[in-house]
């Protein structure tokens, strides 16, 4: 099965090729406001190095966040647009499942902006809860292992964290094996209307599992209806 998968959840857009358990060809780059403009140029780059054609994509795989408004509405636009003209399958994975490593003890924190972060907390692998948006001060990290993007933001906070970014490859061997495995797609709809209050409900705790293609935004975006 050749998989397109797509992550926009953070500041590091990636996207990757993966055919069955196999990495052909990934690309991430830090593209801050650009996520738009790059990533359909860099879905022609990994199609080139791969010798491989649009049709030939089976399966779509994309980081539901949580992210930032802008961003993450890119991503998943994108993939939606993309699964429906070439009428395939379209799934989302939590974005903090994929920078978690297997088996990871500790926390996950990735970039809010605002001067907050992303949380999530993994125990053997397992997260043990939704993720949150959080002041990054407002963390115990007592001896727990950090990583994510977060860590490079705030390291005067996170002074023992470790820099990780998100992995489209990863992404994507974790959606292949979850699907050959014959995992089911849980049928849990975060809160997708700004409008409607911020945060969004739990999303299902434990291992890697797949999702709906529906954001996970976690709070109202930056920009303001005008009055």
Do not use: W
């Not at 605002?114 to 007592?142: C, M, W």
């Not at 797949?210 to 954001?215: A, D, E, W, Y």
């Amino acid at each position: 099965m050749l998989t397109l998968a797509i992550d926009t959840a953070t500041r590091t857009l990636s996207v990757a090729l993966i055919e069955d358990q196999n990495v052909l060809a990934e690309i991430s780059e830090v593209a801050a406001q650009a996520h738009a403009e790059r990533l359909p140029l860099l879905l022609d780059q990994l199609l080139k190095q791969t010798g491989k054609q649009r049709t030939d994509i089976e399966l779509v795989a994309v980081g539901v966040g949580p992210g930032a408004y802008t961003g993450l509405r890119v991503g998943l636009m994108f993939a939606t647009a993309f699964a429906r003209a070439l009428k395939i399958q379209l799934v989302g994975i939590c974005s903090h499942d994929v920078i978690a490593p297997s088996n990871y003890t500790g926390l996950v924190v990735t970039d809010a902006r605002r001067k907050e972060v992303y949380l999530s907390h993994y125990e053997t692998g397992n997260r043990l809860f939704s993720p949150i948006v959080i002041k990054p001060d407002q963390i115990v990290q007592a001896d727990l292992a950090i990583i994510g993007d977060g860590v490079e933001v705030f390291g005067d906070i996170f002074t023992t964290g470790k820099l990780v970014q998100i992995s489209a490859g990863r992404l994507g061997l974790l959606v292949n094996a979850a699907i050959a495995a014959g995992v089911q797609v849980a049928q849990i709809v975060p809160n997708v209307s700004p409008a409607a209050g911020d945060g969004a409900d739990a999303l299902p705790v434990g291992a890697s599992l797949l999702l709906s293609p529906l954001p996970l935004y976690l709070r109202r975006p930056d920009a303001a209806e005008p009055k």
